[in-house]
């Protein structure tokens, strides 16, 4: 078959291309797994399948997992996969800022954490040990404390995500001695590393000694190249699409999905389930926000079908909590209260007779629509009695803000929790995640609430599927009980193509059960391993 | 001699007054420069390399400055941690493209304004004047922004022959799809610097073929091309020339737009991501290569003066 296919998306990536320090959105996923194999990959079935792992047996209580990795496969520089690289790989990611953040509940080494004594184990190895060259073990613990394994029957899922992008370990050390290689990625995967301009292009090229084949034996990938372009205007990145300078894109822009939805020669993959929620994100160490009251009433406020109809043109799902259609706690009636701007407006007098007037400081990106979302929540929280001041920052300053818990962060349009668990949430939301302002914490609004840290402890722990579903929809309830967050919509993506691309969607498991899910619980990506191009 | 001394003083003090402002801006922007510079969210490996890299973040500016120009002289520009990239090799991607958009912008829009500025000064209050006049105030009126677009989605999109997305070709690689990949962006700024220029140079040409040393050389015989571009377009193309070199420097605004819009990747989308991220070494880089660009152009117009007009160049000698 061969070929080269353009592929257009809309970010940049911060940090190139080490998998424990990329800050990794859709488009970095996408591209990142050219080159990387990820440890599983999830089904049609959404179960976990091992992909470079061959197999991962839990023991009886979910508390340590065995990895057996597959054998007979190099990275592209030649290097051996095995045992030592996976755990090289693992223990390096368990220290990244970010995805430490996530693994809170992994073992680690007993005299790091105990020498930490009760402060950080980010630095601390993780508890794992080889049994042979492909073979190792890995165990949980609470809060990284070996003596209190968690049962974790959803850990292996943690092996999917970007955490569980293997790099060759030959090239992992180069880059420790000379970070300017850190953007030549080498990893196992479909395609090889050949250029990177930041802001522009990457391009890789064809793997020709992959390890995976197709259903009939054939070797993978069909394609002999890909070329990344970044493309952040999604106006004009449809525009390259139809004027055929761009094969295949990925976008979440409402009004370019409408405009191209109905287009016989741009099909449409549309992902709309287990996607992102937009949302509100509060600040909840702040003391007005820190009222529920007044929480409740910006949210009683606002219209989300009228916001969707306003700005979206009609294209887009009312959002009533953090999980979005197909994830693990969904409800259609989660108990959120309905648009009443007469209550939300009687409740905000109320709060302000006895505090004073109310400011909110609303920051969001510099995105068109998120300046219209924020003129829309301006106006419609100021007629209930609230004086919004919109700040605009650029996104990856705007996730700064909300990580250290800026001074001047009340209010963030956001958008977040992709996924299928509600076990992948965790780190969001549970408090020991909300570390006090000035200190890096992925829960983001600072939320701190027994109901909602004994849901995800619920939802990771629950012995049963039906204990953890039931304790993701008490989640979910629990949030709609004390708006911590105002969602508004669900995001939809769109992965839009010209007709002569085929074969997306199809990247088969390696032992031949069936296909792996595109995206694996992360939309605005495709994985391209079995993509070709027809005539 | 001295006049050439005189312009690099003047170079020296623009270039250290520009840079340093441009310093403190970054400085005044950013909560934590350290951070900043390691490219935001990072691990506290990344921190203690930057600050082994730059131990000098925390001295007074001044300190900090002088490190940094010491570096600059030294042909250190500095590193983009979080691009992972050396502002060096990202000036060697980005440069040529935002060179050339700026280049074939003023080739294009020297290209229209000269003969049409000249006829419509010849011929005034004609059609050709008349239609040149309204045009120029309406593309003088319209942003590059609005012109992007419309060649976009009316010519890109339409015609095959010009890409959506450009790519950097070489002139030297394949002139034809240099050709293809470049005339678009560039016409998006030339045609607003044509229209500038037009009126720039039917004004001035206007003054000078009132003058009498034009009534000579008609009284003479002359033909009118010899007389309209050998006699008087050398004199009223001097504020013409002034206005490229002033216009050059708001080529690199107008250059963001043209690289946004065709996915050209230059300097100036990069200075702009580079703003957003306060990526601190990235900026001042790109400030110090544009100091230098606007100043050594301004100076070789300067210098073009005296070619032009003899009584300039006689002037400096007896100066």
């Known amino acids: 078959?061969?070929?080269?296919?353009?592929?257009?998306?809309?970010?940049?990536?911060?940090?190139?291309?080490?998998?424990?320090?990329?800050?990794?959105?859709?488009?970095?996923?996408?591209?990142?797994?050219?080159?990387?194999?990820?440890?599983?990959?999830?089904?049609?079935?959404?179960?976990?399948?091992?992909?470079?792992?061959?197999?991962?047996?839990?023991?009886?209580?979910?508390?340590?997992?065995?990895?057996?990795?597959?054998?007979?496969i190099k990275f592209h520089d030649g290097t051996d996969l095995d045992a030592a690289a996976v755990m090289d790989n693992l223990n390096r990611g368990a220290k990244g800022l970010l995805i430490s953040a996530a693994l809170v509940d992994l073992a680690r080494d007993p005299a790091c954490f105990a020498a930490a004594a009760g402060g950080s184990v980010v630095?601390?190895?993780?508890?794992?040990?080889?049994?042979?060259?492909?073979?190792?073990?890995?165990?949980?613990?609470?809060?990284?404390?070996?003596?209190?394994?968690?049962?974790?029957?959803?850990?292996?899922?943690?092996f999917g995500g970007q955490w569980g992008l293997i790099a060759s370990p030959t090239w992992l050390a180069e880059v420790d001695a000379d970070s300017t290689k850190a953007p030549n990625a080498v990893g196992t995967g479909p395609f090889m590393f050949d250029s990177y301009a930041p802001g522009d292009k990457l391009v890789v090229?064809?793997?020709?000694?992959?390890?995976?084949?197709?259903?009939?034996?054939?070797?993978?990938?069909?394609?002999?190249?890909?070329?990344?372009?970044?493309?952040?205007?999604?106006?004009?990145?449809?525009?390259?699409?139809?004027?055929?300078?761009?094969?295949?894109?990925?976008?979440?822009?409402?009004?370019?999905?409408?405009?191209?939805?109905?287009?016989?020669?741009?099909?449409?993959?549309?992902?709309?389930?287990?996607?992102?929620?937009?949302?509100?994100l509060l600040h909840l160490t702040k003391p007005y926000l820190a009222d529920q009251s007044v929480r409740c009433a910006l949210l009683q406020a606002l219209d989300k079908q009228d916001i969707i109809d306003v700005i979206d043109g009609g294209n887009g799902v009312p959002a009533n909590g953090p999980f979005s259609p197909g994830q693990q706690g969904f409800l259609e009636d989660?108990?959120?209260?309905?648009?009443?701007?007469?209550?939300?407006?009687?409740?905000?007098?109320?709060?302000?007779?006895?505090?004073?007037?109310?400011?909110?400081?609303?920051?969001?990106?510099?995105?068109?629509?998120?300046?219209?979302?924020?003129?829309?929540?301006?106006?419609?929280?100021?007629?209930?009695?609230?004086?919004?001041?919109?700040?605009?920052?650029?996104?990856s300053k705007l996730i700064n803000n909300a990580l250290f818990g800026d001074p001047a962060f009340d209010a963030f349009g956001?958008?977040?929790?992709?996924?299928?668990?509600?076990?992948?949430?965790?780190?969001?939301?549970?408090?020991?995640?909300?570390?006090?302002?000035?200190?890096?914490?992925l829960n983001f609004g600072r939320l701190n609430d027994p109901q909602i840290d004994q849901f995800l402890e619920e939802a990771r722990s629950g012995a049963t599927k039906e204990d953890r579903d039931a304790a993701a929809e008490n989640l979910n309830r629990r949030f709609a009980e004390g708006c911590f967050i105002i969602?508004?919509?669900?995001?939809?993506?769109?992965?839009?193509?010209?007709?002569?691309?085929?074969g997306i969607g199809q990247t088969p498991t390696p032992d031949g059960t069936g296909n792996a899910r595109d995206g694996a619980g992360f939309p605005g990506q495709v994985w391209l391993t079995a993509a070709f191009k027809s005539a | 001699m001295r006049y050439l001394l005189q312009r690099i003083g003047q170079f020296i003090i623009v270039f250290v007054v520009v840079t340093f402002v441009v310093m403190c801006a970054t400085r005044i922007g950013s909560?934590?420069?350290?951070?900043?510079?390691?490219?935001?969210?990072?691990?506290?490996?990344?921190?203690?390399?930057?600050?082994?890299?730059?131990?000098?973040?925390?001295?007074?500016?001044?300190?900090?400055?002088?490190?940094?120009?010491?570096?600059?002289?030294?042909?250190?520009?500095?590193?983009?941690?979080?691009?992972?990239?050396?502002?060096?090799?990202?000036?060697?991607?980005?440069?040529?493209?935002?060179?050339?958009?700026?280049?074939?912008?003023?080739?294009?829009?020297?290209?229209?304004?000269?003969?049409?500025?000249?006829?419509?000064?010849?011929?005034?209050?004609?059609?050709?004047?008349?239609?040149?006049?309204?045009?120029?105030f309406a593309f003088i009126s319209t942003p590059p922004l609005v012109f992007a677009v419309f060649l976009l989605y009316f010519v890109a999109l339409k015609i095959d022959t010009f890409p959506v997305l450009s790519n950097y070709i070489a002139p030297w690689?394949?002139?034809?799809?240099?050709?293809?990949?470049?005339?678009?962006?560039?016409?998006?700024?030339?045609?607003?610097?044509?229209?500038?220029?037009?009126?720039?140079?039917?004004?001035?040409?206007?003054?000078?073929?009132?003058?009498?040393?034009?009534?000579?050389?008609?009284?003479?015989?002359?033909?009118?091309?010899?007389?309209?571009?050998?006699?008087?377009?050398?004199?009223?193309?001097?504020?013409?020339?002034?206005?490229?070199?002033?216009?050059?420097?708001?080529?690199?605004?107008?250059?963001?737009?043209?690289?946004?819009?065709?996915?050209?990747?230059?300097i100036g989308t990069r200075l702009v991501f580079a703003v957003q991220q306060n990526d601190i070494l990235v900026i001042q880089a790109i400030t110090a290569v544009l100091v230098v660009v606007v100043v050594f152009v301004n100076l070789v117009v300067d210098l073009l003066y005296a070619v032009v007009d003899p009584r300039i160049r006689h002037a400096r000698a007896l100066g």
Request: with cysteine.
């Open chain 1, 1 to 72: 078959m061969g070929g080269k296919l353009v592929v257009g998306g809309e970010a940049e990536v911060a940090n190139p291309w080490t998998p424990a320090a990329i800050q990794c959105d859709s488009f970095c996923q996408m591209r990142a797994r050219s080159f990387y194999d990820p440890l599983v990959v999830v089904d049609e079935n959404l179960d976990y399948q091992p992909y470079l792992a061959e197999t991962i047996e839990p023991n009886a209580d979910n508390t340590v997992f065995t990895v057996t990795i597959r054998q007979g």
């Open chain 1, 334 to 395: 989660n108990g959120s209260l309905p648009y009443d701007p007469e209550a939300a407006a009687a409740a905000i007098e109320a709060w302000e007779a006895a505090n004073g007037p109310l400011t909110v400081n609303y920051s969001t990106t510099t995105a068109a629509r998120s300046l219209q979302v924020a003129q829309y929540v301006q106006d419609v929280w100021g007629q209930v009695g609230v004086d919004v001041t919109i700040t605009q920052i650029e996104q």
């Open chain 1, 205 to 280: 090229k064809k793997n020709p000694n992959y390890w995976v084949k197709d259903a009939a034996g054939n070797a993978l990938p069909y394609l002999d190249e890909l070329e990344f372009r970044v493309i952040p205007d999604s106006q004009v990145r449809a525009a390259a699409l139809e004027a055929g300078d761009l094969d295949i894109m990925a976008t979440s822009d409402a009004g370019v999905l409408l405009d191209l939805k109905d287009n016989p020669d741009f099909p449409t993959l549309l992902q709309n389930q287990y996607g992102e929620t937009n949302y509100i």
């Open chain 2, 173 to 266: 690689d394949s002139p034809v799809e240099h050709f293809k990949n470049f005339f678009l962006p560039s016409l998006t700024l030339g045609l607003g610097l044509a229209a500038v220029w037009t009126r720039f140079l039917r004004a001035d040409m206007i003054l000078t073929l009132q003058s009498d040393f034009i009534m000579l050389a008609r009284a003479k015989g002359m033909s009118p091309r010899r007389i309209l571009y050998r006699h008087a377009l050398r004199s009223s193309i001097l504020s013409l020339i002034t206005s490229v070199a002033l216009q050059l420097s708001g080529l690199v605004g107008g250059a963001v737009i043209a690289e946004q819009f065709f996915g050209l990747a230059g």
């Open chain 2, 31 to 136: 909560k934590d420069v350290v951070r900043d510079l390691a490219g935001g969210t990072v691990g506290d490996e990344v921190i203690a390399k930057v600050e082994a890299d730059y131990p000098y973040l925390d001295k007074p500016l001044v300190i900090q400055y002088g490190y940094w120009l010491k570096d600059m002289v030294t042909g250190n520009m500095g590193y983009s941690y979080a691009q992972s990239q050396s502002v060096i090799d990202m000036f060697q991607q980005r440069l040529p493209s935002t060179f050339f958009i700026g280049f074939w912008s003023i080739f294009l829009g020297l290209l229209i304004a000269v003969p049409l500025g000249i006829y419509s000064a010849y011929r005034r209050d004609g059609p050709v004047d008349r239609v040149a006049s309204y045009s120029s």
């Open chain 1, 414 to 441: 956001w958008r977040n929790h992709a996924g299928l668990f509600a076990d992948q949430q965790y780190y969001w939301w549970h408090s020991s995640a909300a570390l006090p302002d000035g200190a890096l914490a």
């Open chain 1, 123 to 158: 630095g601390c190895d993780l508890v794992m040990e080889q049994i042979d060259d492909f073979t190792f073990t890995i165990a949980t613990g609470k809060a990284g404390d070996l003596s209190k394994p968690l049962p974790w029957p959803g850990f292996p899922y943690y």
């Open chain 1, 487 to 502: 969602p508004t919509s669900y995001t939809t993506w769109g992965i839009v193509h010209n007709t002569s691309v085929q």
